[in-house]
């Protein structure tokens, strides 16, 4: 899943902050996943799945639909607590709607880090 294993001790300060906001995203309610972004402004945005019988959308997808519809233009990074074995092309999609480059960390929902995707 991720193209690049960097050690959970070398997020930043804020991107660890992502990290711990998709977990509770995801814990508060069940979810499958949990997903946080963090725009231009350093605002964050964090979400759960949503499966309901007429609409579905990933944890990512919602994170960064929340920070679009609150003017967000550029996401400096992402992050997913999930336990799929691969990140789904629309939520990675998604972030790279309004970032080309912003790394998505990804961790396992026991916390445990899986590695960064950059592309």
């Keep these: 899943m991720p193209e690049q294993n960097t050690p959970a001790a070398d997020l930043s300060a804020e991107d ?3 990290v711990t906001l998709a977990r509770g995203a995801r814990a508060r ?4 996943e949990g997903a946080s972004v963090r725009d231009q402004d350093g605002r964050t ?3 759960a799945t949503v499966a309901l019988p007429s609409l579905h959308l ?15 233009t550029k996401l400096e990074a992402a992050a997913v607590a ?12 998604a972030v790279r709607d309004l970032a080309a480059d912003a790394p998505i960390h ?3 929902t ?10």
């Design 16 to 18: 660890a902050k992502l």
């Design 45 to 47: 945005y964090a979400a």
């Design 82 to 93: 999930t336990d799929s074995p691969t990140l789904d092309d629309a939520s990675r999609a």
């Design 29 to 32: 309610v069940g979810a499958a």
């Design 58 to 72: 990933s944890a990512l997808q919602l994170a960064v639909a929340s920070a679009a519809a609150a003017g967000a």
């Design 110 to 119: 026991d916390g445990a880090f899986v590695g960064t995707v950059t592309q």
């Design 106 to 108: 990804v961790v396992a």
